[in-house]
């Protein structure tokens, strides 16, 4: 049997290269609407609590901001704010619950959302590398504003990746043996 020690850095090993590897995944076959770049986050969070959440958070976009693209340093604070929250959560409620996860997505999505929004039209004119540039793009050329059109874009983004990421980690929570070891 695994010691606790050694189960949590794996699961904080797991979290960050869930992330990364999500992320480059999600740019390469430019899939629209996600950013998969905080599933592990969150399953860190829900496994061992919010604080090791928001710790595989903050090293994910350290590390991302150095293979992807230097604006995502500035949105560690959103990363770190997921892991919080969605330990909290999960410290309160069954996330291996649909329903939960679900609230939780939406939740989720709505604080990262009104967060990232700002940093984005501040910090990188509304545009980030993702896949959702091009959406943002679409909007601006149709008459929209770049601050109405990088904050829909940024919301429809945090509202379809939080859930999908919040019900795949309820699956594998609930599912996977390994993550149900020390809980």
Known sequence: M???????????????ISNIALAFIILFLNIPFLFMDSIGTILTA???GPLYGAI??????????VTIDY???????VNVLIGLIAGFIARKYDFTKIKV??????????????ISAPISIILA???TTGTIDQYIKALINSGKSLTTSA????????ISDKIVSCLLV???????????MYK
């Open 56 to 65: 595989v958070g903050i090293i994910t976009n350290l590390i991302t901001s």
């Open 151 to 158: 904050s829909i874009g940024t919301f429809l983004t945090n």
């Open 71 to 77: 604006i995502n340093l500035h949105f560690a604070i």
């Open 170 to 180: 309820s699956l594998s929570v609930k599912n996977v043996y390994f993550f149900k």
């Open 101 to 114: 996860s679900i609230i939780s997505g939406l939740i989720i999505a709505i604080i990262a959302g009104s």
């Open 2 to 16: 695994i010691n606790k020690v050694k189960y949590y850095i794996l699961i904080l090993f797991i979290g960050i």
């Open 46 to 48: 829900v496994i061992l």
């Open 125 to 127: 004119k509304g545009f």
